[in-house]
């Protein structure tokens, strides 16, 4: 077995530090797999290491380290709102194939979602018995996440990110150690879902991480989406750096309806008096939980936050990932250009469209305060100038809350106008802006199976609504199986199918750059006619090759998005003197030009999506 030994107890691999005992899990066709739990690539993040750049894990030990159990995951809130997790949790889980050769195998290493605040790398449910039928070693990374993970002070003070650094940390442990698991370290594959592959993209798009990986997958998430990127300079980073010290005792108290993130409002705002240093020496000393607890205070309507913990524009450093908008590095060519599949899955925004429709009270307020919390509730509020224009154009397009068409159009809608502000213009504005940069070529799919497992069933068993986001991991990970195995339901024939294809597919990918399955269409680059892969139609395990996604919709975000956000500029400076222009002349340019602009913005018949919607409830990511 490759750089491995085994024992009655289990597999034992050698490292850098020592040795690991791990344990036997079986495949999904039954093969051996060696599991490798818990162990440490960084220090653990305490004291005066926390809010910094993770420390390389450089301790040895003599004695067989037992790596048979999950570490902890990192510090978040549970969904009854409850605290879980503890500091000490970077630690990266490592799957083996059970192999009799010398072959070096190449490595995919997974970075979990969950909008920055919760999640992990928990070995049940994202299990590798799918993927190790495929002969390749999987390794799955905890990062720090939330307050802990991601707070910023907009200066060098807490330049944030360091939920971003931890999986560029992983990634070097991985350099130096993954042939002692028989892992080839030139063959590295980065992915991740959702927030995970915001991260992953992040990462992608920095020349820092040459040599790290050389393929890059992203599921459901792109660095440049609004949710994915925030400005370092702007008022609502700054506020949120101070409100939350007022609320722990390391600063005055502060309200969270006081804030105003009105775009004349900056980070020098004259009642901001407190010392940055200061509060990040007093925040260091304050309990996990009683941080951790703190993503409460932020949420101003129907569970929406006005701030959103996740990456964020850093100067300039050694460490420095994020250095400006990953629009403005794509622009100037300085990303990796590597090997990428992007894809999304038919009805994004399904889980969150849920929170409005089960609720008719939920949903009523947002029809009478749509202008007001539209922005909040597709997390646009950094970037859109003109509310009215934006809130005015969203209902017209979509057709929402209009009674001339039926209660599920009007639901159906309201999900794909979710779908589309989330995440789908997104990811197709990173596409068109970075594959026509690239000479590796680039593979978006879309997930359109609807298979026996979705992610709503946390909802109501047994209807189906959509197939939602994260439906698409379940092909690769059993986790809906696992989350739902008490409702005693087994993978079909079309599951299994589907399963197969993706598998095979994902693989060949990882180990070759190309994604390929036998018996389905050759995945051909976007790059050639915008083509992409259709993955299911329906209950149908059917692949094909598409044109030209949603061009109707993703024309109609194009045109409004340039007539009703800020100028890049303006939110995203990428050198210090641009913060001091003058705002006032900048924004009131910005708006009389929008004012005066007559924005013929399409308005055809919506192509309906699939779906059903009931009452459900909703939680993001």
């Known amino acids: ?53 993770p420390v390389p894990w450089v301790n040895n030990w003599t004695k ?50 969950g909008a920055f605040v919760t999640g992990s790398n928990n070995s049940t449910l994202l299990s590798p018995s799918y993927l190790l039928d495929r002969k390749l070693i999987l390794v799955t990374v905890n990062y720090r996440l939330g307050i802990l993970g991601f707070l910023s002070s907009g200066n060098e003070a807490s330049p944030g990110n360091y939920g971003i650094k931890d999986v560029l940390e992983a990634l070097k442990w991985i350099q130096e150690n993954i042939e002692h698991f028989g892992g080839d370290p030139t063959s590295v594959t980065l992915s991740g879902q959702s927030a995970g592959a915001s991260l992953a993209h992040h990462l992608g798009l920095s020349k820092r991480t040459e040599g ?42 502060r309200k969270a309806s006081d804030f105003d993130y009105a775009f004349g409002e900056w980070q020098d705002n004259e009642n901001i008096t407190e010392s940055d240093e200061d509060i990040i020496d007093c925040l260091r000393q304050v309990d996990p939980k009683r941080l951790t607890l703190q993503l409460s205070f932020f949420q101003v309507w129907n569970g929406h936050s006005y701030c959103n913990f996740g990456p964020t524009i850093e100067s300039d450093s050694e460490d420095a990932i994020v250095i400006r908008h990953p629009l403005s590095t794509i622009e100037r060519g300085e990303f990796r250009d590597i090997p990428w599949i992007s894809g999304v899955v038919s009805d994004e925004g399904l889980l969150k469209s849920m929170s409005l429709l089960a609720n008719s009270q939920s949903l009523d307020e947002f029809e009478s305060k749509f202008e007001d919390v539209v922005s909040l509730y597709l997390e646009t509020e950094e970037i859109v100038m003109n509310e009215t224009v934006f809130s005015e154009e969203l209902m017209n397009f979509y057709s929402l809350f209009d009674g001339n068409i039926s209660e599920e159009a009007s639901n159906i809608n309201l999900t794909a106008m979710t779908s589309d502000g989330l995440m789908n213009y997104w990811i197709y504005e990173a596409l068109n802006a970075q594959a026509m940069k690239m000479n590796s070529s680039v593979f978006f799919y879309e997930f359109a199976y609807e298979g026996t497992f979705t992610s709503t069933y946390s909802y109501q068993y047994p209807q189906r609504y959509g197939i939602g986001h994260a439906d698409d991991l379940n092909y690769l990970f059993p986790i809906s199986n696992v989350r739902y195995l008490d409702l005693q339901l087994h993978n079909t024939a079309s599951d299994e199918t589907m399963i197969n294809i993706m598998t095979e597919m994902w693989a060949n990918f990882v180990r070759t750059g190309i994604p390929r399955a036998r018996l389905t269409p050759d995945w051909e680059p976007y790059q050639e006619d915008f083509r992409f892969m259709k993955l299911g139609m329906g209950r149908s395990p059917v692949i094909s090759m598409e044109e030209d996604f949603l061009p109707i919709r993703m024309e109609f975000w194009r045109n409004l998005m340039s007539n009703v956000s800020a100028p890049m500029e303006l939110i995203f400076p990428t050198r210090e003197e641009d913060q001091d222009e003058d705002l006032d002349e900048i924004l009131e340019e910005e708006t009389d030009q929008t004012d005066q602009s007559n924005i013929n913005l399409l308005n055809p018949f919506l192509m309906l999506l699939p779906i059903s919607i009931c009452s459900l409830y909703f939680v993001h990511c």
């Open 1 to 53: 077995m490759t750089g491995k030994r085994q024992t009655a107890s289990g597999p034992i691999a050698e490292t850098s530090f020592g040795p690991v005992l791990g344990k036997w899990m079986k495949s999904h066709w039954g093969y051996r797999i060696a599991a490798y739990l818990g162990i440490p690539y960084a220090e653990p993040p305490l004291g005066i290491l926390r809010f910094e750049t």
């Open 64 to 113: 067989l380290r037992d790596a048979t159990e999950d570490g902890p995951m990192c510090p978040q809130l549970n969904r009854f709102g409850e605290f879980v997790g503890d500091e000490d949790c970077l630690h990266l889980n490592i799957f083996v194939p059970e192999l009799y050769s010398s072959e070096k195998l190449p490595v995919l290493v997974f970075v979990h979602g």
């Open 212 to 253: 790290l990986f050389d393929k890059l997958i992203t599921h459901s998430g792109v660095a440049n989406a609004p949710w994915g990127v925030h400005p370092s300079h702007h008022a609502k980073t700054r506020y949120t750096f101070v409100a939350l010290a007022g609320q722990v005792g390391c600063g005055p108290p």
